[in-house]
């Protein structure tokens, strides 16, 4: 593992050499208002970043991704396993929960104005909704398999229910809710921008939206490069958590 | 033939079979299985019959392997046994006690392992004593005890995915025999491991339960095994299993390698191989 890293970095720069290089010479030909090149778009980058705006944008956007996230991840994580506990439930509520989770959750704008208006409360609303079927699902289906795996175990040592609970089921599925707050944070993060560009402007949302409406090709480009970076390194801290709680697990819930 | 197979391998002396009713406390058998029936219903199908009568006492520290082929019902034996599965008529006693949930009596050696990826190998031979409420000083000694009784001394602190599986089984081993069990169960404990660290550890695990005076109740298919480590072996016919015979494993002791090269050996194993016979015909035809 050790030995193929280094290689495996060095493609990748050549990689991202090659693609900026491509887009700076293709950028320099044609029309800079329909693409600007690479080396504009970055002194756009930097323009953001020095007069604040980005920086603010920033931590407005993280505040509504952290606080949506967080609540969807704790009802999800309950609600995933109290599901996950009984086939009953989990049969009553697979399909709605397959559906909800299926659906683009920025499909619930409208409604979501609707009934909680466009202010910050109703962002977290669409934050939450967009997050918390991921958190549901991998809960549910790490109890489960937690449950079949070891519920023999479990009872031929004698073992309680809440001793089971706590000793066997919850340590087991911990990865597992894990790998479901990562899926879950990836939605969070387009129901927030989402959020920020529809309903009440804030936030990296609105910084997008108002270079769109000026036709900022540059400053649209910007902000892009800005949510790939801030959703890569997020995507990458959540996997590197999950590997140190579950050093043991190399297969992952989503792929 | 090298010898003739004949009955002699049957159980033999009527005196080792005692009469529950006749005989006194000390001969009593510490498991006592009888007219036992067992059928499943599932999705696919209905009522299918896994055990038919089955009968069998199990004496004090013996060690007794459930011989079949697969599907005859064996891991269903071991676990009404273990408490974990009804059944739906007939009785099933430890020491004169009906058998209706797990018995603290009992320990559990999985096929695979069912150890705890997310504990360290203390952690798991503990599992049983936490249930048990052992307090925290002794559980951590007792835990010791058992891995070093393992040969696992070294890896006290190391988690399950760092060893190999021959060496995971050993943990499955510390960890039932940590809680003292007078009943150990082992279903096919060898089942996932490869041709040499499986003959390795028979051996090895035979001189660890030599230590023990556990009564051991081991499931295999494999005859070679189940005469290597067995004092007796109860043969089942094919589902719905039934058992068709109990032989005595008059082999020398302590067993190594060397046991497979005795006349006798040879000989008994013919002789399960016929027992055996009839039921792969059968299987044939069908
Ligand atoms: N939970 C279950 N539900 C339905 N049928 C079952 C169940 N468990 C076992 N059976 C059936 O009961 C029969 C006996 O199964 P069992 O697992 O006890 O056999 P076995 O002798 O242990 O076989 P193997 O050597 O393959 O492990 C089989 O026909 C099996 O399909
Ligand atoms: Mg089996």
Known sequence: MKRRSLPDLVWAVLGIVLIVAVWQFYGQLTNPFLFPSFTRVLGQLWEYIASGILGRAFVETMGLLVVGLAIGSVVGIVVGIVIGSNANLSATFAPFIQVAYSTPRIALIPLVMLWFGVGFNAQVVLVFLSCVFEVVTATEAGVQLVTKQYREVARSFRLSRLQTFIKVILPGSVSYIFSGIRLGMGSAFVGALGAQMFMQASGLGSVVKHAMQSFRTDQVMACVITLAITAAVLTAGMRRAEQRIAPWRNDSFDD | ?286
């Not at chain 2, 007939?90 to 997310?118: C, H, Y």
Request: aromatic content about 6%; proline content about 7%; glycine content about 6%.
């Open chain 2, 1 to 286: 033939m090298a010898a003739d197979p004949g009955v002699s391998f049957v159980t033999r002396a009527p005196e080792k079979q005692p009469d529950l009713a006749a005989a006194p406390h000390t001969a009593r058998p510490k498991v006592w299985i009888e007219g036992v029936m067992k059928s499943y219903s599932s999705k696919a199908v209905d009522n299918l019959l896994a055990l038919r009568d089955v009968n069998l006492q199990v004496r004090p520290g013996e060690f007794i392997s459930l011989l079949g082929p697969s599907g005859c019902g064996k891991t269903t034996l071991l676990k009404i046994i273990a408490g974990l599965v009804p059944f739906d008529s007939g009785r099933v006693d430890i020491d004169r006690d009906p058998v209706t949930e797990p018995s603290s009596k009992v320990a559990m050696v999985f096929q695979n392992f069912g150890l705890f990826p997310w504990r360290t190998v203390r952690g798991n031979v503990e599992f049983g004593l936490e249930a048990a409420g052992v307090p925290g000083k002794l559980r951590r000694e007792t835990a010791e005890e058992y891995i070093n009784l393992v040969g696992l001394g070294r890896f006290s602190n190391s988690h399950p995915s760092q060893l190999s599986g021959g060496m995971q089984q050993r943990v499955g081993l510390a960890r039932a025999l940590a809680v003292r069990p007078e009943i150990l169960l082992m279903d096919e404990p060898f089942g996932a491991l490869d041709a040499h660290t499986r003959e390795l550890l028979q051996f090895e695990m035979l001189s660890i339960l030599q230590k023990t005076q556990a009564t051991i109740i081991l499931v295999t298919h494999s005859v070679d095994e189940a005469l290597v480590l067995s004092d007796r072996i109860a043969v089942f016919s094919p589902s719905p299993g039934h058992i068709m015979e109990v032989l005595d494993v008059d082999l020398p002791h302590p067993r190594d390698a060397a046991v497979k090269s005795l006349p006798r050996y040879a000989a008994m194993r013919q002789h399960i191989w016929d027992a055996l016979r009839p039921v792969a015909k059968k299987d044939d035809a069908s």
